[in-house]
């Protein structure tokens, strides 16, 4: 069973526990995290950019001990991933991000990174300079997203166990993205008509690590934006997951999917389903000299690929053909 929320409510109770359950279509959970009295509290605003040729994956982390910046740049069309991270000590620093998604500002420098984050009512604005990109190259990106319109998931778990610990997640595919993208000597050209991005929040308090993974595409399939989104979490699954998909700005929630692959290698495919036939789905990662096309940034590992098969559900005439959409795997420890 899972359980839509429609109302606007708190995440916290005045105890500081969280008893509501469940997902919507849109961000009803409040977040106040001076309400929790759980403790240490984890961030992390997750970005990624495509527009066919590019892929631009960007997550900032607040893990209470630890500040991460990870940034993945894929050539879709050459084949090829760069990538580079930067993890820091913050007992003493203070690296909040913002809380809110229509104002907050976050800037982080340091010898070899330049990185600014800015919310606004209409969408956000990247601007980075990383110096030896993966030991490589310099980077350089300037980018705004700009909002428009369409649901989003939002849900929240708490721990079955100890309801002070919690586990809040926003999955928003409503950006389009203009800019540029440089990196050494190649720079890609990002414009509204053809670029989309995604915008991952995630705020949690939990006792112990987690292993997560998730499926994610968005792209145009048959004249519609196609966003997916298929996840293990953490947290109590009773009531929600973030397992859901979206038609031009619609979103259809999904049940419980059966994942398999083989023996966890990044070079081979990975299965979906779902259901009766429901949802049959198969990643196949794009390879470079046989290698699975990746990046790995400290314990976030991001896959470029394929997807193929088909999602069919009851109120579409007919199902949604994925074969030949581009897509990633992202496995993360937490």
Do not use: W
């Given at each position: 069973?899972?359980?839509?929320?429609?109302?606007p409510c708190n995440v916290f109770e005045q105890n500081g526990e969280v008893m509501q359950a469940g997902w919507a279509k849109s961000p009803v959970f409040i977040y106040n995290k001076q309400q929790s009295k759980s403790g240490r509290h984890s961030e992390r605003d997750c970005y990624f950019i495509n527009n066919g040729e590019v892929s631009l994956y960007l997550s900032v982390e607040n893990l209470g001990l630890e500040f991460a910046v990870k940034i993945a740049v894929a050539d879709l069309k050459r084949g090829g991933v760069i990538s580079d991270y930067v993890v820091k000590k913050v007992s003493l620093i203070n690296n909040n991000l913002p809380e809110s998604g229509?104002?907050?500002?976050?800037?982080?420098?340091?010898?070899?990174?330049?990185?600014?984050l800015t919310n606004t009512t209409d969408g956000r604005f990247i601007k980075c300079d990383f110096i030896d990109f993966g030991g490589l190259k310099n980077l350089y990106c300037n980018i705004n997203l700009k909002k428009i319109s369409g649901e989003s998931?939002?849900?929240?778990?708490?721990?079955?166990?100890?309801?002070?610990?919690?586990?809040l997640k926003r999955f928003v595919p409503k950006f389009v993205a203009s800019g540029v993208i440089k990196v050494g000597g190649m720079e890609y050209t990002l414009n509204e008509n053809t670029a989309r991005a995604y915008f991952d929040w995630t705020r949690f308090s939990k006792p112990r690590k987690h292993n997560y993974q998730r499926l994610s595409?968005?792209?145009?399939?048959?004249?519609?934006?196609?966003?997916?989104?298929?996840?293990?979490?953490?947290?109590?699954?009773?009531?929600?997951?973030?397992?859901?998909?979206?038609?031009?700005?619609?979103i259809e929630k999904l049940s419980?999917?059966?994942?398999?692959?083989?023996?966890?290698?990044?070079?081979?495919?990975?299965?979906?389903?779902?259901?009766y036939s429901a949802l049959d789905i198969t990643f196949r990662p794009f390879t470079?000299?046989?290698?699975?096309?990746?990046?790995?940034?400290?314990?976030?590992?991001?896959?470029?690929?394929?997807?193929?098969?088909?999602?069919?559900?009851?109120?579409?005439?007919?199902?949604?053909?994925?074969?030949?959409?581009?897509?990633?795997?992202i496995f993360s420890e937490f």
């Open positions: 069973m899972q359980h839509e929320i429609l109302e229509n104002n907050g500002e976050l800037i982080y420098t340091d010898k070899r990174l330049q990185l600014q998931l939002n849900e929240l778990a708490p721990f079955e166990r100890n309801r002070k610990y919690f586990y595409s968005d792209c145009i399939i048959n004249g519609k934006r196609f966003s997916l989104c298929l996840a293990n979490r953490v947290g109590d699954n009773r009531y929600g997951n973030e397992n859901s998909f979206f038609v031009d700005g619609k419980q999917i059966n994942v398999k692959s083989t023996n966890g290698r990044f070079d081979r495919p990975y299965y979906f389903k779902a259901g470079v000299k046989g290698e699975a096309m990746s990046a790995v940034m400290d314990k976030t590992t991001v896959v470029f690929g394929m997807l193929y098969g088909s999602i069919k559900r009851v109120n579409y005439d007919k199902p949604i053909i994925l074969d030949n959409s581009q897509a990633h795997l």
